[in-house]
């Protein structure tokens, strides 16, 4: 989770980036098995995700992107398996895995026309976060690793093409603020900031059939080998 919060961690968070102070938090999750084994697993699940709030952070001029771009990306990347210093592979997230399997089972997932849209407050909603979460990382999973996505150029374009468009809109609207005396208006960055979020998605999903893309990532998702549950 992103938290502009000093002190104590945001409820039910493993892990926080702290933009107002500039601070990466979180803790040590090590387990240990029946036999004595040591995992760090779920610690760096964490460092990962919060690591790339870090990045956007900067990044985008300090601009959140839609909470699925945000999130799920940040879930994306905590699959990574790094050995001697060198990126293995990126592999399906196992705190998501199966939330997002059940929901999809169950239709209990939110339709990508309205999630693509989704402003924190609406992705935090306490009744569905969880979902939203697990939906958010599996849509960045299906559009970066799947080979249906890799042979059609206007989902393989999504991506990139919000993040583009996400920088430049904002970037462009800034420069306008600063024109009008209005850079430290906190109200009109507000606005600008709304309005480069809806130029990204505008842009992104130019062409695509959201329909026939939700079916296709259901499809991908549900194929994903199951971790075993813990």
Known sequence: TTAPCKGDSPPRSAGYWNWVDEELVFYDAEVVDKNHQRSDADTFIVLYHEAFHQ???????????????????????????????????????????????????????????????????????PAIVHVCYAQGWSMIYFLRKSEVVEKRPEWKKILPTYFDTLKSAYGDKLVELDVLGKKDDKDAKGKAGLEARKAAIEAAFKDVDLDELEEAWKTFTLAIEDFKRR
């Open 55 to 125: 990045y956007i952070h900067y990044s985008t001029g300090e601009l959140p992107p839609h909470s699925w771009f945000n999130e799920g990306t940040g879930d994306y990347f905590s699959g990574s398996v790094i050995k001697d210093g060198r990126l293995q592979k990126i592999g399906p997230n196992p705190w998501r895995l199966h939330t997002i399997k059940d929901a999809i089972r169950a239709n209990a997932f939110v339709p990508w026309k309205q999630m693509i849209e989704y402003e924190q407050p609406q992705y935090y909603a």
